[in-house]
């Protein structure tokens, strides 16, 4: 493992030396590409501000982090933002989660989609091989660590991950794209964006992509999605309309071998922005509607709709007020009851109602802030939620900044945690009957959060952040062993019940850094580390499922390096502690990407994923009860074609 990491470091100094010889100077800086390091974010305030002014843990990918990182997925691209707890499963599942508490199921992180909330109620959780958001479609994504029920409401416990998509005109032009690889053996796409002038600006695209799985004799994953967007000028503002149709074949139904239903899943939405700025400030509508049928457990559908209205007000001497509110209408629907998963109300119905405020106060010049805000939420099983949030923000010198965080933050049940009834028989000596039930009497998760940052810009291109957290978490909901008994039979058996419940307290405290330098306009390095601790475990039981496993610390680096005739060099190296939950070691991968520009409208790029490394095992697959997949080195090749920007 040492001489892999060393011949990783050896080969990353040699490219280094090379593109240096083939370079400027260091001192030679183009300082409008290190300005740029500086970008405006809107997850910390709900409103757009430079990224040095948010009172958060924020890290943003940008659209050209997402080319060159030679990702095909999304979760692939977030492994970039430092706090994030990425591992892969299999071929189409993933646990993702920020400070802790990583699952298949994790439910404490809120995901957006151009404002379109993506997590299913059925585990409060997202199903991230549904999220197949086009990469080249991304202008963004801002990462926001830590709770931000203020503004984005229940369930935005750990964090806040908003990805943000280009407008059509941005896109304007045809592009093609095709790859093969060893893992994800074929993708395709195609994207037109034009303009007519009775309509506005629109765009069309269709994808298709096939991954293999990483199992011996394992089902591949294997889909296809097609989507629009339109924007135009209506009623004094800006409009966008804007939807999504996806439908997936996973081959199997993961681990619920009995029900005799394929592992499918259909998904679609529609989603509608408008904003207008008028004499007091802005307004901003947000309404959209989505729907999801799938295989597990048991056909299961879900259709969810939301408004959103949120006014922002022009600065009032020291004031910037922002205010809104909120409706949500969720319908649920178990049509087909597999065998081992049912639920006592196969038909549910629920409506949601949210009321938000915040003052962000400015004093000294706009060198100190003082952010106050909360959010008054109605759940329709735990009743009323109050997420207030205070947070400050100094500018103490010119190049550095210190902010801190006082919040509460609360995650409602899931309905897997309310509903639920499963039934597993496992044959031995004496047959035994593992049970596992919700609680419809369950109370919310709640979490008092305490944050302190730090930011320091010497100059335009080097800017390092440190934040520290310390969280403390009441009402946990876990699997807990409930009752053991011994049916006579014929034939005997014993029957083991465990039930979801409000069993865990505890506290997790750590710390997350990380270095940004644009060392010259041809190369640019990033850094980051996380260190992470839990005071008091989950209870332990025989019942592997939803068992938070957290690496106590992580460490990765970035290097983008332009070599001549249009060469591009992507090397990225990550280290991830060990799961001590289910006996899974620490390992490190090195993946590296090669690009040509042929043309300023052709690409081909080779990337090599875990390159020196034969294979590891990343998480632990709750679902089948076994051990993840080991992912071992793959290929993945690519061409891109457009015509237009």
Not at 62 to 86: F, H, K, Y
Not at 178 to 202: E, K
Not at 593 to 602: E, I, K, M, S
Request: with cysteine; net charge negative; charged share 20%.
């Amino acid at each position: 493992m040492k001489a892999r990491r060393l011949l990783a470091l050896l080969i990353t100094s040699l490219l280094t030396t090379c593109a240096a010889q083939a370079h400027e100077d260091l001192t030679d800086l183009d300082l409008a590409t290190l300005m740029s390091m500086d970008v405006t974010v809107t997850s910390a305030a709900k409103r757009a501000q430079a990224s040095a002014d948010a009172a958060a843990a924020v890290f943003v990918i940008t659209r050209d982090d997402i080319r060159r990182s030679g990702a095909t997925s999304l979760p692939e691209v977030l492994r970039m933002a430092p706090g994030l707890q990425v591992a892969r499963i299999d071929a189409r599942s993933w646990a993702i989660t920020a400070r802790g508490f990583n699952s298949r199921f994790a439910n404490k992180l809120q995901v957006l989609v151009d404002g379109r909330s993506i997590y299913t109620p059925l585990f409060s959780g997202v199903m991230w091989e549904e999220q197949t958001v086009p990469l080249y479609n991304i202008q963004r994504i801002e990462v926001m660590r830590g709770p931000g029920g203020a503004l984005w409401g229940i369930n935005a416990v750990n964090g806040v991950i908003n990805i943000i998509t280009r407008t059509a005109a941005d896109s304007a032009g045809l592009r093609v794209q095709a790859g093969s690889g060893t893992v994800d053996s074929q993708s395709g796409a195609v994207s037109y964006s034009d303009r007519i002038d009775s309509i506005g600006d629109y765009r069309v695209y269709a994808e298709h992509a096939h991954t293999d799985s990483y199992l011996d004799g394992g089902e591949p994953w294997i889909r296809t999605q097609a989507g629009w967007r339109l924007d135009r000028a209506a009623a004094g503002g800006q409009l966008s309309f804007q939807g999504d149709v996806q439908e997936g074949d996973f081959g199997d139904t993961d681990g619920y071998a009995d029900s005799n239903l394929p592992g499918s899943s259909r998904t679609g939405n529609v989603t509608v922005n408008w904003q207008r700025d008028v004499t007091l400030g802005s307004i901003d509508a947000h309404t959209y509607y989505s729907w999801a049928d799938r295989g597990l457990p048991g056909r299961w559908s879900e259709a969810t709709a939301g408004l959103d209205l949120q006014f922002s007000a022009n600065r009032i001497g020291r004031h910037l007020l922002t205010g809104g509110f909120g409706l949500r209408e969720l319908e649920e629907e178990q049509r087909d009851p597999a065998a081992r998963v049912r639920f006592s109300k196969t038909q549910s119905s629920q409506d949601q109602w949210n009321i938000y405020a915040q003052d962000e106060i400015n004093f000294f010049d706009d060198r100190l802030r003082v952010i106050a805000g909360a959010k008054l939420e109605d759940f329709t099983f735990t009743g009323l939620a109050f997420q207030p949030t205070l947070r400050t923000l100094w500018h103490f010198s010119p190049t550095q900044t210190v902010w801190g965080a006082v919040s509460r933050a609360v995650r409602t049940p899931s309905r897997i945690e309310l509903f639920s009834h499963v039934s597993v028989d496992v044959p031995r000596d004496v047959p035994v009957r593992f049970m596992l039930s919700g609680d419809e009497h369950l109370e919310e998760e709640k979490l008092e959060a305490y944050e302190l940052g730090w930011r320091w810009r010497p100059n335009p291109g080097l800017s390092l952040d440190a934040s520290l957290y310390y969280n403390e978490y009441q009402d946990l909901i876990n699997v807990i062993d409930f009752q053991t008994a011994l049916v006579p039979g014929p034939p005997p058996r014993i029957d083991r019940l465990f039930v979801y419940a409000n069993a865990h307290d505890t506290t997790v405290y750590g710390m997350e850094t990380s270095l940004e330098w644009a060392a010259t306009d041809w190369l640019r390095w990033q850094v980051n580390g996380n260190w992470h601790r839990m005071t008091e475990a989950p209870p332990a039981t025989d019942l592997l499922l939803q068992m938070a496993s957290d690496p106590s610390k992580s460490f990765g680096t970035r290097a983008r390096i332009d070599l001549p005739h249009h060469v591009e060099l992507d090397l990225s190296w990550r280290y991830v502690g060990s799961l001590s939950t289910y006996d899974i070691p620490s390992y490190s991968s090195f993946d590296l990407r090669a690009g040509w520009h042929v043309r300023d409208n052709l690409e081909f790029s080779l990337t090599v994923n875990n390159a020196f490394d034969d294979d590891h095992i990343e998480f632990y697959d709750e679902t089948g009860g076994a051990l993840g997949a080991s992912i071992g080195r793959s290929f993945f090749g690519r061409f891109v074609w457009h015509v237009g920007r």
